[in-house]
């Protein structure tokens, strides 16, 4: 049982250079996030999708698309990376009304 | 909709207390308390529903004050292995849709 899968665990873009974060979870769970964490300002939602096909924006989605066609996989695109999306990715999963499984966590280094 | 946590920063001695206070300006529907490792991804702790309930697990429990949009996190006797920081995490409905406080860093002594 692996839970949830993040890849790459490194990754270093150039500015403008597009890039897709890979999640997947084996856990059957309907709900799945995406969060970045910056020093000092928390973890902070870009995307969520509560079921196969249906995906909503949080609170930072801006430089950023998400699909969900299968319970399983919620990748996160970067359309065109900039030096403001340094930061370490997090994809978690639950069901509802249940805590969330977080992935490693993935270091992005724009530059 | 990100909550406020207070304190920021708190330093213990081994077999202290301490409490970690998460409060929002929206109503809320639920609370999850999660453990962060330097390096490491969030652990989950223990969520709470609507209804002022409180939860204990081992010596860490929670209450949940609806009515105040607050929740507070009870660490009592605490033990080296209780050092990291300490989110909130909550939601507005019963949807899964989380919004972190910024953190609390807690450091426990020998």
């Known amino acids: 049982n692996a839970g949830v899968t993040q890849t790459p665990k490194f990754q270093v873009l150039k500015t403008g250079q597009s890039m897709t974060l890979q999640c997947a979870q084996d856990m059957n769970h309907e709900y799945m996030s995406w969060y970045r964490q910056d020093p000092g300002m928390g973890l902070r939602l870009i995307h969520y999708?509560?079921?196969?096909?249906?995906?909503d924006q949080g609170e930072v989605p801006n430089g950023y698309n998400v699909s969900r066609s299968t319970t399983e996989d919620f990748p996160l695109r970067l359309l065109s990376a900039a030096p403001s999306q340094t930061s370490v990715y997090f994809c978690a999963s639950s069901y509802a009304g249940f805590g969330y499984t977080f992935g490693s966590g993935t270091r992005l280094t724009v530059v | 909709q990100q909550p406020v946590q207070s304190p920021q920063a708190v330093i213990l001695r081994e077999g202290e207390d301490a409490v970690i206070n998460c409060s929002s300006s929206k109503a809320l529907y639920s609370v999850h308390w999660y453990r962060q490792k330097h390096g490491e991804a969030p652990v989950f702790l223990m969520i709470?529903?609507?209804?002022?309930e409180q939860k204990g697990h081992d010596k860490i429990s929670a209450s949940f004050n609806e009515k105040k949009q607050q929740s507070s996190l009870y660490l009592t006797a605490s033990q080296l292995s209780y050092s990291g920081t300490y989110f909130c995490?909550?939601?507005?409905?019963?949807?899964?849709?989380?919004?972190f406080g910024t953190g609390t860093s807690l450091t426990v002594i020998p």
């Open positions: 999708s509560v079921g196969a096909g249906i995906t």
């Open positions: 709470l529903l609507k209804g002022g």
């Open positions: 995490g909550t939601s507005p409905n019963t949807g899964n849709q989380f919004y």
